[in-house]
């Protein structure tokens, strides 16, 4: 055990959390995270690497850890490529590790180390160039199997996720100590402001490097004392666990809250927040850089603000004879944590020559070995863990000297110094500048993110504007909430806290040792731990031409793994300049991409899936449908009956019952899905002159006509019958899925082009039920109602209409037809639906009456040749193309598609025209699609649109779309089934049934 | 309409919430819509929207009420009257006929959409889970309104005239189902309790 017998700011001792890793049991505390617990319970091995299968320890505190990546959870729950780092331990947890087999204690995959010299940098892309069959049979399934990292979940997730929008003046991304005094500036200003904070505390590394005092108070206190003023604040929200993913332009930013990851609580799991606010203040801090060493990612081997983070936070020494690596003062400060803890350091390796200070006299002070300009050449060690370092030194004028002999340890704590979290600052479009003497990318505060009045409105503070000393992150802060509340027109001052602390000498930027000797062929110096690359890598692609940092971040996947290159980055880049022999800031960085840590796919699904997962558009009569056992489609969003079933009917004999009943009875369709827009105006006849291919202010009131509708370049987009209800007022019929856009499109020619024209529109689709009563027994049935409504043929001819009564319902009677019977179509207020439907259904009882359902709709309109949007067009087919030159008006000087029509394309000979096709074998039905081959059969000519067996005719009918069709009636055609057979089948009308249409003008 | 007819209309829902809610939530019943829209600069159109309904004309993005009639500014030509369910087809009557002289549309939907109330004290949290809407308390008080949506349903959202914390939502009535699906789901006092 290396738990501390006491300390430990997060834990709480008397509350054991017990939890299995890789089946094991072990404890930890209340406030441990995984990887505390397994460090306190002496586990260093909790991974494999990705493409090497190196055994892999914790690195780091954070989110931005990149090796101890575990599968939390299992079946359901199960999640991959979780970082230990950020799970907070609860009771039952149960973690698997990733990437090993059968083990991770005697992990095959290790054969990969053996192999690393044929796993170069770019070694999957050079797989493509040959031999060529290796790739298919040979490198494709060997990588797929040994990379990749979790596995992904089998099963449904059940947990619930939820977006939720907010909005806000000052958006605080962070909780330290810049973004506590930034959240109290604002705050007190008036300004609606959200603190977020990724971990669930507040104070940040004032927690753990408390050796500074704040207006006389120590660190913990100043921010205890913050906290609370905030919380008092009720324009202030603070919000833990959550972390500033991402932000997008005009302050539009993307918030991660992990609401119940410890299983306390109930509610969603996680909860994406999506808040518009007016500035953000950037207070993200910042993380410690590694060093590329010789054996870097040995178990043990660690960033030194980490190890001091473990054992002030969570009362655990990760080593008990810890070597520290640092290139400044700052890795003093972990020194002084473990002695402080009692532990045992063997040196502090120090790159500079002549380390003094107030830290370094501690350090001296408390008898440990400070070795000035010395760095780790090699470290010894195995899945085990660290068992000693050899080190190398830095005499002046050469650093070829030989590695030493070796120092025993556990553990390494490497201080490569700071690199700012820039990431939210740069997500849209914010500059970094590189500053050479802290050897970082600090934001660029001429370059902003800008909004939408051109205005910056990100504000970097603190650590993440590059400050390292706390009275200058302060300073920072409250410079940044004095911008970010001026930009808003409130103000505040930029007085900050006073602050007592020590004075740090300034670091060497190092970022390779050793840099002569065989050691330093830096293959065993690993850059991104997540991908495996290494200084050599980069190298390699230097020298293979992948100068620009994103082509060799590409080529060697540097940065490319889950923890997007948070430790990778700059030292890679760094590496790169070098081989180079560039400055950093001629190679640049790389792009930072939201979101800053990866987010679950369910927090991104929010509420949406299941009953949620996309809008359904249901009928008034849709419950009726389903208790009659309808089996549904979607129609556009809509649900309508595809087919009523009864008993255990198979779908063909229930569709041609109720074909059968249509034409021998009388059958009722729920049409109320179909698009109803009014149009009025003293203009309106001439506006839907423009809409519609045929002529439209010819039409009397009272009657029906129907039209076709096509856009701009001539091709059909709906059709549907319009009603002149008086001289100003049409009530236009669109197709079901088409009400939405049809009114759209025509507000947009009212709005943007003819804006002169006097009409409104109304989109009164749900207004109505609609109902059709098609058959020859129609007319019969409805005369049952009482109502003194004329429904004679003389009365109420084919295409005519009537507002009406029937048994007091309000109705609206049309003569329309789509299945060729005698047919009204029934309109009445939506809520009256169930009263009239249920009316026709027991007034017809005697006379066969019953419901059909979309596909009897379907055959009985293909027996009649008539078109449907979608199945005989597909946005490239013209009404001529449908043989509907009837429809098109050659009198109206214009409308929408005319021009169009006009051009060669439209015109020439050889475009596909509709046909109807009649199969040689007449219980042959074709399969939809299906291509009509050309005579000599070297191409395809055309295809099926609509394929039917009808039950009327006993044959199956077809129509297609046939490159000049109408030329070919007669002609047998060959149409491809599948790769082995074909059918026959001549051309003919795609009228099949009642040509003369006597059945429905009846 | 007869009260008889009245007898036979189905309001578009008749659910009742579950228990577990946060929030109060409740599908409403019937009631007069007219989708009415015409020049807002036309005085006779104006006086005609106002003498009908009894409410003053709507500034952008509110609503007015007067007794059971309430005026919803819908764009900048359209407005929506809620009323009576029986006195629809008077409204409209009554509109056409005061506003003769001016281009408008006055159109019974009452039976179009789906109302529902969500209110209490959390109400604004559970339609910020759908509606990007800035609903805090200073931000959307009585007589404001929103043409917004609710996860991708199109949906009206205004705060009536009965207390601060009482929203009314109404959306097309084919989506009823779903909203009222998403409106349990949103309201879950366990998804409240950490907001407000």
Known sequence: MTRLAEGGALIDRTKPVSFKFDGKTYQGFAGDTLASAMLANGVKLVGRSYKYHRPRGVVTSGPEEPNALVNLGSGPTHEPNVRMTQVPLFEGLEATS??????????????????????PAGFYYKTFIHPRVAWKHLFEPVIRNIAGLGRAPSEADPDTYEHQYAFCDVLIAGGGAAGLLAARKAGEAGARVMLVEQTERLGGRMLVDDDAEIDGKSAVAWVAE??????????????????????????????????????????????????????????TGMIERPIAFYGNDVPGVMLASAVRDY??????????????????????????????????????????????????????????????????????????????????????????????????????????????????????????LWDAKLAMYRPDANFRPTDGSGEGFVHAAGGANGELQTQAVLKSAAE??????????????????????????????????????????????????????????????????????????????????????????????????????????????????????PISMGSIAGREKGILFKPVRETVMHNWHAAQNAEFEPVGDWRRPYRYQQGNEAREPSIHREIARVREAVGLLDASTLGKIIVKGPDAGKFLNMMYTNMMSTLKPGKCRYGLM????????????????????????TTSGGSDRVHAWMEEWLQTEWFDLKVYTANVTEQWAQFAVAGPNARKLLERFEGDTDLSGDALPFMGFTDGVLDGLPVRIFRISFSGELSFEIATPTSYGPALWEALMSKGEDLGVGPYGTEA????????????????????????????????????????????????????????????????????????????????????????????????????????????GQSMMGQTLTIGIDANSAAKAVVSSPVFYDEEGARQNV | MSESNNALARAPRDDTAPDGLGVQLAAMPLRAMLTIRGDFADAGFVSAVEAVSGCTMPDVRKATFAGNNSLLWMSPDELMLFGDYAKADDLVAALNEKAAGSHMLAVNVSDARAVFKVSGAKARYALAKGAPVDFAQGSFGTGDLRRTRIATVATGIVMTAEDPDTFEVFCFRSYGTYLWNWLISACDENALSDLG
């Open chain 1, 311 to 432: 054992v002030k936070l969570w009362g655990v020494a990760p080593g008990r004879n810890t070597v520290v690596y640092t290139v400044g003062d700052d890795g003093y400060r972990t020194a002084l944590s473990l002695h402080a803890a009692g532990h045992k350091l063997s040196a502090v390796l120090d790159v500079r020559e002549d380390p003094v200070g107030m830290l370094v006299e501690q350090v001296r002070g408390a008898g440990i070995k400070v070795m000035p300009a010395t760095g780790i050449g090699k470290v010894i060690g195995g899945k085990a863990g660290v068992t000693a370092i050899k080190t190398v030194s830095f005499a002046t004028g050469k650093d070829d000297a030989p590695l030493d002999d070796s120092i025993p340890c556990d553990c390494v704590a490497m201080a490569g110094g700071w690199s700012p979290v820039v990431h939210l600052y740069s997500h849209s479009g914010g500059k970094v």
């Open chain 1, 98 to 119: 990733q990437n090993r087999f059968p083990s991770l204690n005697a992990d095959i995959g290790v054969l990969n180390a053996l192999a690393s010299k044929l796993y």
């Open chain 1, 857 to 964: 709709l379907h055959v009985l309109r293909a027996e009649k040749g008539f078109i449907v949007v979608g199945d005989e067009t597909d946005g490239t087919v013209t009404p001529h193309d449908v043989g509907m030159s009837w429809a098109v008006s050659k009198k109206k000087e214009d409308f929408i598609g005319k021009r169009a029509m006009m051009r060669s394309d439209l015109t020439r000979e050889g475009r596909k025209q509709l046909v109807g096709l009649l199969t040689t074998n007449p219980r042959r039905v074709l399969p939809d699609g299906a291509h009509a081959m050309s005579a000599d059969g070297t191409r395809a000519i055309g295809h099926v649109t609509s394929t039917y067996y009808s039950p009327t005719l006993k044959r199956s009918i077809a129509m297609a779309l046939i490159e000049d």
């Open chain 1, 480 to 597: 940044a909430a004095s911008g970010a509340l001026s930009s808003i027109g409130m103000t505040t001052d930029t007085s900050a806290p006073t602050v007592a602390a020590v004075a740090e000498q300034p670091m060497q930027p190092t970022w390779f040792t050793p840099t002569q000797g065989k050691a330093s062929y830096g293959g065993k110096h690993f850059l991104d731990y997540q991908n495996d690359v290494t200084v050599a890598d980069i190298r390699l692609a230097a020298r293979e031409g992948y100068e620009s940092v994103e082509h060799a971040k590409r080529y060697t996947t540097l940065g490319m793994a889950t923890d997007q290159g948070k430790l990778s980055n700059i030292n890679g880049h760094a590496i790169l300049a070098d081989a180079l022999g560039k400055a950093m800031p001629e190679v640049g960085t790389t792009t930072f991409r939201p979101p800053y840590t």
């Open chain 1, 710 to 733: 096509c856009n701009d370049n001539g091709f059909l987009m709906d059709d549907g019958v319009v009603a002149r209800l008086d001289e100003d007022t049409f009530l236009c019929h």
């Open chain 1, 226 to 283: 913050q906290v609370i003023a905030l919380e008092a604040m009720d324009n202030v929200t603070i919000r833990l666990n959550t972390c500033a993913s991402a932000a997008y332009d005009h302050g539009y930013t993307m918030l991660y809250e992990r609401r119940t990851d410890d299983r306390k609580g109930t509610g969603p799991r996680h909860r994406l927040w999506r808040v518009r606010t007016k500035q953000i203040i950037a207070a």
